[in-house]
């Protein structure tokens, strides 16, 4: 099934690898449908931190020009001849890592269907577009951790794309969170999302903070920043503990002897989505998107996302 969809669309496109100077707006053919994907007409493309390193090469390739992105959300606008998940015209959000029929930072998006959710009925498509690396990748580091009712968890990063995510998911499943941010309006966040305690990661507070939050030790964290002063805060998981944290976290955390440290990877699938959207569909949900912009100015998002920010930066495709 197919609506009316041009031949060509607008994207941003890389013709090498390098700084954000190489990001530009370019006219690109519509992307063909293999037999269990669909089409998604794109309204915001999430931007992640990890984005400027896929700029730069990261994931290898050679083959130009390349569109950047990895999540977004729209509208289904086609579907392959064995796709039966959507129907055209569904609200869509999806994830695809290395997606080699080209990225989200475009006006419209092939993926399997696979790699795609309902966007939940709590949350707008530009809250959704940003939202599916943070969450899956969220959810999977809850999962890792086997987070558990009135268990004690500290989120590093807890203000960020990731982290204010995973805060709240945590929340829903029972825990009670000391949430570690980046200054006062990421604090700030932190509270108003639910958290037991916030306190800013920069100071020195952290510790004191554990301390008092859980005296017999912490149960788990979860690290989605890791610094000096923040290694010294992993001291205080009890034995038997555990930390987790996505792979490409720097300095990679450590944990006191007795402690259980796992890297992992957020993988999309239909499995993973339904949880996340169930999780979601529980109460009040927020994805913090904090700023957006055209696609003409992804090379100014790039810049940005690397700098102090909380939640979510998006590339939305119309004005």
Do not use: C
Not at 17 to 35: I, N, T
Not at 251 to 261: D, L, N, R, S
Not at 263 to 275: K, L
């Amino acid at each position: 099934m197919r609506a009316s969809i041009p031949k060509s669309m607008k994207a941003v496109v890389i013709d090498e690898f390098g700084g954000p100077q190489v990001l530009h707006v370019a006219s690109r053919p519509m992307p063909d449908l293999a037999d269990h994907e669909i089409l998604i007409r794109l309204r915001l493309a999430g931007i992640g931190v990890w984005d400027p390193w896929v700029r730069e090469g990261g994931l290898g390739g050679k083959r130009f020009p390349q569109v950047l992105g990895t999540e977004g959300a729209g509208v289904v606008v086609a579907r392959g001849k064995k796709a039966r998940r959507f129907k055209v015209g569904d609200r869509v959000y999806a994830y695809a890592f290395g997606n080699p029929k080209g990225g989200f930072y475009a006006e419209y998006a092939a993926v399997s269907e696979d790699d795609a959710a309902a966007v939940p009925a709590n949350l707008s498509l530009n809250e959704a577009g940003a939202l599916p690396a943070s969450g899956i990748t969220a959810l999977a580091g809850l999962d890792k951790l086997g987070v558990e009712r009135k268990g004690t968890l500290m989120i590093l990063g807890a203000s960020g794309g990731v982290g204010h995510v995973a805060l709240q998911l945590a929340k829903r499943l029972g825990a009670r969170t000391l949430a570690v941010a980046s200054r006062r309006d990421g604090v700030e966040l932190a509270r108003r999302l639910g958290a037991n305690l916030a306190v800013e990661g920069h100071g020195e507070a952290v510790i004191g903070a554990v301390k008092d939050f859980a005296p017999g030790g912490l149960d788990a964290v979860l690290a989605f920043a890791n610094s000096e002063k923040l290694a010294e805060a992993l001291t205080g998981v009890k034995k038997g503990g555990r930390i987790a944290y996505p792979n490409g976290v720097e300095p990679e955390p450590k944990g006191p002897a007795g402690v259980k440290v796992y890297a992992y990877d957020g993988a999309a699938s239909a499995t993973a989505f339904g949880r996340l959207n169930g999780l979601i569909a529980r109460g009040p949900f927020r994805v913090a998107v904090s700023r957006t912009y055209r696609l003409e100015d992804a090379a100014q998002a790039h810049r940005d996302v690397l700098k102090h920010h909380i939640g979510k930066l998006g590339l939305r495709m119309s004005d």
